[in-house]
Antibody, heavy 117, light 107 residues
C-alpha cells in the first residue's frame, strides 16, 4: 500500500521559511516522479512543483519560482519542499503525491502551512 | 498558460440522478485530462485519467469523455457517497493546471 505522510507545516511569519517533508513507503520511491500540490482554505487545488526520479529535473508553478525548492533523497525515500520568503498567499494545506503517467495517483493527508504575523 | 474552466461551480442533485460536469481548456490539450473527487478534510482521489480511462477500483457509474478543449465527467446514477467536490486537471511533463472545482450537493 502506498503511504505518503507529510510533515513540517505550522505557523510562520511573513518572510519566513519552512521545510516540508514527505517520507514514502509501499512503492519503489526512486522510480517515480513526485509532486507537491496545495490548497488554500476553502479554495481549489493548485499544483506547486514536480521532480523527476533522480532529482535532475524540476518544474514549478510561476508563483513559487525562486522561492520554493523541491528536492528528494532516494536513500531515505523522502520528498521535500523548502519554502522561503513566505507570504499570506502561501497559506494552504500542502499535499505530496506520487506521479504516475504524469498525474497524481496517490496523495498524502496533507500538512497545513499558515503564514501570519 | 493553459486555463481550465469547470461548470457549473455548484450542482444540486438527488440520489439516482444522472450528473454531468463540464471542463473546458483554453487551448487543445488532446486527452491529457484527469478528474479527481475530494471530500471535506480529505486528499483528492483520482477517478479518471487520459480523459476517459477509469482508475482501478473506481465504480463504473463514473465515466469521462472528450478531447481537445471540451471534456465531461458523468455520474450515471448519483449515490450518497458521491456528494463531494470534483476537479478536472490538465497534466503533462512540465506543469499541471486544475479547474476551480464543482461541488455536488444534495438537492
Amino acid at each position: 500500500e502506498v503511504q505518503l505522510v507529510e510533515s513540517g507545516g505550522g505557523l510562520v511569519q511573513p518572510g519566513g521559511s519552512l521545510r516540508l517533508s514527505c517520507p514514502a513507503s509501499g512503492f519503489l520511491f526512486s522510480s517515480y516522479w513526485m509532486s507537491w500540490v496545495r490548497q488554500a482554505p476553502g479554495k481549489g487545488l493548485e499544483w506547486v512543483a514536480n521532480i523527476n526520479p533522480d532529482g535532475s529535473e524540476k518544474h514549478y508553478v510561476d508563483s513559487v519560482k525562486g522561492r520554493f525548492t523541491i528536492s528528494r533523497d532516494n536513500a531515505k525515500n523522502s520528498l521535500y519542499l523548502q519554502m522561503n520568503s513566505l507570504s499570506a498567499e502561501d497559506t494552504a494545506m500542502y499535499y505530496c503525491g506520487r506521479v504516475w503517467q504524469w498525474l497524481c495517483d496517490s496523495w498524502g493527508q496533507g500538512t497545513l502551512v499558515t503564514v501570519s504575523s | 498558460d493553459i486555463q481550465m474552466t469547470q461548470s457549473p461551480s455548484t450542482l444540486s442533485a438527488s440520489v439516482g440522478d444522472r450528473v454531468t460536469i463540464t471542463c473546458r481548456a483554453s487551448q487543445s490539450i488532446s486527452s491529457w485530462l484527469a478528474w479527481y473527487q475530494q471530500k471535506p478534510g480529505k486528499a483528492p482521489k483520482l477517478l479518471i485519467y487520459q480523459a476517459s480511462s477509469l482508475e482501478s477500483g473506481v465504480p463504473s457509474r463514473f465515466s469521462g469523455s472528450g478531447s481537445g478543449t471540451e471534456f465531461t465527467l458523468t455520474i450515471s446514477s448519483l449515490q450518497p457517497d458521491d456528494f463531494a467536490t470534483y476537479y478536472c486537471q490538465h497534466y503533462d511533463r512540465y506543469s499541471w493546471t486544475f479547474g476551480q472545482g464543482t461541488k455536488v450537493e444534495m438537492k
